[in-house]
């Protein structure tokens, strides 16, 4: 197991709270958000256009990378923050949700999962230990215990050997962990079921990780599902040690799960819907403007989204929001990025994807205030006021 001495502090509990992740890389500071470099990229954008739009770590795929390039290869060439010239930190997932979401590939046994490659068809297998040798091999600051994540809706049965094999592979992987420079988190199972939750807690909690995740979610559930779940299974995982929401990226669920005490998070979405021609956007007075204009005008009363694609921004001379400061704000039109995607320009996603990484990151950084000054009720509060839910599932 790591023996980064005292990886994480709490600095301010409540309903919302404050704390540092310590790393080999760098101390992050939480409420945080990984973008997902899959692999070894957050698509499309520089390691330094990721940190300038607030980022403080990166998440990366384990299964991706293990099949290609793999991990020896990874490693072989200074591992992976030198591949990917990234030089904060780094937390590789198990490669677990791949095993789930190309379940049509794969067999899973109480011993690990057989499945075809989705790049050449090749048999592989993975089991909790080579989920953590190849962990190590690319020499993430953070790694995740190998698990079986399972869909919403679940029936209970599925849900409850998916909890009896997480357990048993964690307490694999946990035996297997070597790199005393890398922190080796568990994953709560259980689905939607409260009392399956609190069991797969209890005994992976007993086994003493440094850190805690919850799988399973953001996979379809409504977002009342998803709090419901949160607040029976958070309050279980001990309180100095960091809580972390796999899959979650919508300012709505992340919003929801600070308010029930999670500290970490990671998700696809902010830069697939600018791939999209979709950009992030707040609602206006929630967060500070960064340029001293006032905030977003939002199309046809929704807040959240701006769907640079439509007709209506053929001719609009303005930004994507007024408020933002970030390169695509800064310079560009909202017609001039219709006329990027409208024609086929990589530029556009490019563009957007450091918009809405730099939007999530002011929500995060703004949610991170509002706690430090004891006033993350009424910031939810002015966020609901506005805000319509995102589709169920963010992954």
Known sequence: MADIEAPFRVRQEGRGRLGL?????GIVETPAFL??????SVKGLLPAEVRAAGAAMLLANTYHLWLRPGAERVAELGGLHRFMAWDGPILTDSGGFQVFSLADRSRVDDDG??????LDGSLRRLDPATAVAVQEALGSDVAMVLDQCVPYPCARDEAEAAVRRTVRWAEICRGAHRRGDQL?????QGGVHADLRARCTDALVALGFPGYALGSLSVGEPLAEMRRVLEATVPLLPQDRPRYLMGVGSPDYLLEAVWSGIDLFDCVLPTRVARNGTALV????????????????????????????????AADARPVDPTCGCPCCRDFTRAYLRHLFRSGEMLGPRLLSCHNLHTLHRFVAAIRASIASGELAAFREAFWQRAEPWAPSNR
């Open 282 to 313: 707040l609602p206006a007075g929630l967060v500070a403007s960064e340029t001293g204009a006032a905030g977003t005008d939002l199309p046809e009363g929704r807040t959240g989204r701006l769907v640079v694609r439509n007709a209506s921004y």
């Open 184 to 188: 080796l988190f568990a994953i709560v």
């Open 21 to 25: 992740l310590r790393t080999a890389h």
């Open 113 to 118: 999962v057989t499945f075809r490659s989705h």
């Open 35 to 40: 973008p997902v470099g899959t692999q070894g």
